[in-house]
């Protein structure tokens, strides 16, 4: 992205612009969404036009602080965060001017949820592995696409979702495969809640009979998908590295705050594990808060890759002394009914919730093990393991 | 306020400048053909430190000859130091010492601080070395009238290298000089960092504070000392990950490297992270200090917790991932295990660290 001359002081001045003309206090949420989008304060690093001012990522920030001390409302990053986090980059980086115009604006103000359709029975890790097919109908235009996908977060509340296929089954599993926009209210896509651990339904299973995409809803070229989905999958990792928490933020703070309020619940063996925790869960804030101000200097470092290995160790073993602290509340659970939850709430929920829903973290959005790899190779430059599937046709593969 | 976790320009020179002299003149062969001889300080070697690069003044003011700096170029020259196994007596000298001087604050301690700076003195803590911050301090040492001191200190460190000795006793601070001293020789864990007891027979000292200062001053170094101590053990726990990350790839076995065995680069990736970490809390540690943040006991706390495990942890892999090779005499892991596991007792144990956690942050203890 070019560089800019935006600088902090003009921000805030367009801040300054922003809310005079929209109080929020008299202004319709989504009205103030839309004025705050168009004046290319949603995120500043994108185009003009597209929610941005072309300005350094860094300075978020800066916009983010003084429209949330003025009370502004917020886009309600949980809800949409496949959209923001994943969705909007990859489109930024591959869409056409149209798709981005048609996109970017809704997505951020979060009148249209997006979902991930990538994942598929046969193929998670190994997503390249992928068997859901798409066949071009020349004569309409289109794309005729069927196969299954599964735990699609949001699908059920879904607008759009982010789609890759196979387009030629004769290629090498990673060359075969083409990235789309999927229409999740077209004829032929089904969503079935798919009940987890917790007993909400936050993922879903994806029927695909049939679907037709218009070629205009194709992202990138035909047969380019890996790469363009590979810029999904680094964003989806690296969405951590802006963020600031307070020392005691996070699943730390609700645990901390039992030990201190409840010395009944105190073991000399439980305390020892707080402190261990309680220390990793500083350093891994101020590990954070060094990838951010590596970033800030434009030296970034590739913490990055290890932030979500930390993170979801910590949210397990945290979650999981709280509920043993808890003694006998610990064996209760607050609800198993089957909700249809909009985002992941960590906070709205207790102990024995927040002890199964970080089980997901090592899993979602790439596995620790497979995670570990990564930071093996990449950092490491430790050697890859050899492997036989790389230059068979994706036909002819083992499955 | 937001500390500053990164390194500037001048602590990158600083660094690069040691860096080279220790590839020079400390290699681990080197350390190791010292340390045998059972006097592992290469003199020569801490003179250009010293002077050459001007590493005893960093913490002492520039009037009084010293450089000036701040904790934070302190906690640069210690990663290196850290990452050489260097037997030098930076931490005793020009970091616990200097410190111990700087609380005194009278015209003897800053006679003192002059000559440390300029490197004609090396001075030491007769201090056991695993004596912590927030621990009671010892009351081994008495003065019999007139500054003649008596009583025997175990465990300090770099002793034998010291001209002088600051001594406290039961009436405040005494420069002693090493020479009337008795000092009988320990075998150490760590060959790279020399203990000796420390045993005065009415030894004649000069006075450098009154008790409550004394204790003051000193409470304080051991506070500086273990925050920077986090800083050897990331310099250290690095040069193991690199070595280990060089030799498994180098390695073959089963017709592969062994780094691309994935139960390795697991537990190599995962030292990565852990040492990435451990420098987050190193350099918080040194800039809480450098900048006299409220909250610098705490961070110091929190970088102790942590970073004596990584460093150890961190050797204890580059021993195992070398296999036989790493359990030889030849071979220096066993320089970075020993110098890990002994700075993990120094300046107070993890558990000692975790308890100062416990009360700053409010958790007690049953
Ligand atoms: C809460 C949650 C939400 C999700 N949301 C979405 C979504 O919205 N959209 C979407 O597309 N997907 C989603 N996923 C799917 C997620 O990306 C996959 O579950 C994940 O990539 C792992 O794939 P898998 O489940 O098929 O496990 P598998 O790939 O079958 O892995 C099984 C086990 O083997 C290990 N393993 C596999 N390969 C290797 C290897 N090479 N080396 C070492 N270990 C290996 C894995 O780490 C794991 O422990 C979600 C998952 C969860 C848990």
Redesign the pocket.
Known sequence: MTRSTVTAEELSNRVRDLLAAHPPATTDRTDFLRARFDAGLAWVHYPEGLGGLGAPRTLQAVVDAELEAAGAPDNDPRRIG?GLGMAAPTILAYGTEEQKRRFLRPLWIGEEVW?????????????AALATRAVLDEAAGEWVVDGQ???????HTARWGILIARTDPALPKHQGITYFLCDMHAPGVEVRPLR?ITGEA??NEVFLTGVRIPDAQRLGAVGEGWAVARTTLMNERVSIGGMRIPREGGMIAPVAATWRERPELRTHALHQRLLELWVEAEVARLTGERLRQQLVAGQPGPEGSGMKLTFARLNQEISGLEVELLAEEGLAYDDWTMRRPEG?DFTGREAGYRYL?A????????????L??IVAERVLGLPP?PRDDKDLPWKDLAR | MTLDLLYAETEEELRSAVRSLLADRCDSATVLARAETGHPHDPALWETLATGIGAAGLLVPEKLGGQGASHREAAVVLEELGRAVAPVPFLTSSVLATEILLGCDTPESAELLRELASGSRICAPALPLTLAPGAPLPAALRDSGEGTLSGSVTSVADAVAADVLLVLADTGLYAVPAASAELTAQVPLDLTRPLATVTLREAAGIRLADPATARAAVAGALLTGAGLLASEQLGLAEWCLTETVRHVRGRHQFNRPVGSF?ALK?RLARLWLDVASARAAARAAADALATGAPDAPLTVAVAQAYCSGVAVRAAEECVQLHGGIGMTWEHPAHLYLKRAKADSLALGTTGHHRGLVADFAELPAP
């Open positions: 496949i979902c991930q359709l990538f994942s598929e029975p046969g193929a998670g890790s190994d997503l996908k599964v735990w699609t977060s949001s699908a987890q936050e993922f992941v829903r089980k997901g973290n090592s899993i979602e959005g790439g596995t620790s093990e497979i570990l790899n393991e | 994935q697991h």
